[in-house]
């Protein structure tokens, strides 16, 4: 997920994460790797910040049709 986000330049921090975004149970917002995981996993909008982090915009769940 670090390679992933770092080749996209994709970065938020936690008050940038919406609420209603996809949550592990097992995911401490405390853990150095919430906000990695959270970019990784969730579909969203943003725009960028002065310092390039990301301001989240809007979650969408995209259907999968497996």
């Given at each position: 997920m670090i390679l992933v986000n770092n080749v996209l330049n994709?970065?938020?921090s936690k008050e940038?994460?919406?609420e209603g975004c996809m949550q592990f149970k097992d995911l401490s917002e405390d853990a150095w790797y919430y906000?990695?995981?959270q970019e990784a996993v969730n579909c969203h909008s943003y725009?960028?910040?002065e310092s390039g982090g990301e301001i989240w915009t809007e979650i969408f769940h995209?259907?999968?049709d497996m």
């Open positions: 994709r970065k938020v940038n994460i919406l906000e990695i995981v725009t960028k910040d995209p259907e999968l």
